[in-house]
């Protein structure tokens, strides 16, 4: 079946730091990955997402790239804000039809510190 | 912006006792999702509704929940008889469910439902 992994949390980072959450996925096809946070008592909002390989998702500063060959999806920031806190969740939908389910990955929650 | 509503914000209600999670979905979308999301833990696929019937259930979904959709806007969950481990953020979804491309699913803000 199709998973998503992701690195553990929390990962408490100093603003202006640079991130990268891991993420790896197990898919058969060509599945659209995604990015979601979720900011402390709010829902589910998405970040970026990207539809085939080698293409960049990008939005806030945030970006991820599809990598096939090392089925990842890892995301990245240059420079971490405190307003970045939340949760993030790497999502995959499978390829052959863009109305199926989501699934996602354990999250991971990002702390910045001023 | 269209956007996904759901309603209440939060729920608290009683074990062995029915409630119902409302949402509205994005008007001119076709496709209906309900998701939760444990404490702390990963958000869980529920089921999918297309054409006013399931297209597709988890393991989770068993016979206590059922969904509807009503009218013309509002897609329900309903949790017959619930139980502590019910308690958790409920998430509706949406998508337009057109044939190309692909299709981001819109979520709504969630039902914290707290069974006690």
């Known amino acids: 079946g199709n998973s998503v992994t992701q690195m553990e949390g929390p990962v408490t980072l100093s603003e202006e730091a640079f991130l990268t959450i891991n993420c790896t996925y197990t898919?058969?096809?060509?599945?659209?990955l995604f990015w979601y946070v979720q900011y402390p008592g709010e829902g589910l909002q998405l970040l970026l997402k990207?539809?085939?390989?080698?293409d960049k998702g990008s939005n806030k500063g945030f970006e991820a790239t599809y990598r096939k060959e090392t089925t990842s999806f890892h995301l990245e920031k240059g420079s971490v804000q405190v307003s970045d806190s939340a949760v993030y969740f790497c999502?995959?939908?499978?390829?052959?039809?863009?109305?199926?389910?989501?699934?996602f990955g354990t999250g991971t929650k990002l702390q910045v510190i001023p | 912006e269209p956007e996904v509503t759901q309603t209440p914000s939060h729920q608290v209600t009683q074990m062995g006792q029915e409630v119902i999670l409302r949402c509205v979905p994005i008007?001119?979308?076709?496709?209906f999702y309900w998701y939760r999301q444990i404490l702390g833990q990963k958000v869980e696929f529920l089921v999918s509704?297309?054409?006013?019937?399931?297209?597709?259930k988890s393991e989770i979904f068993d016979d206590q929940f059922s969904v509807e959709r009503p009218d013309g806007s509002n897609f329900t969950l309903k949790i017959r008889s619930t139980k502590l481990e019910d308690s958790a953020m409920y998430f509706c979804?949406?998508?337009?469910?057109?044939?190309?491309?692909?299709?981001?699913?819109?979520f709504g803000p969630g039902t914290r439902l707290t069974v006690l």
């Open positions: 990207a539809t085939k390989a080698d």
């Open positions: 509704f297309y054409n006013n019937e399931i297209s597709e």
């Open positions: 008007s001119n979308h076709l496709y």
């Open positions: 999502a995959l939908v499978p390829g052959g039809g863009g109305y199926q389910k989501v699934t």
């Open positions: 898919a058969t096809g060509y599945p659209s």
């Open positions: 979804a949406s998508i337009k469910g057109e044939l190309a491309g692909i299709n981001e699913q819109f």
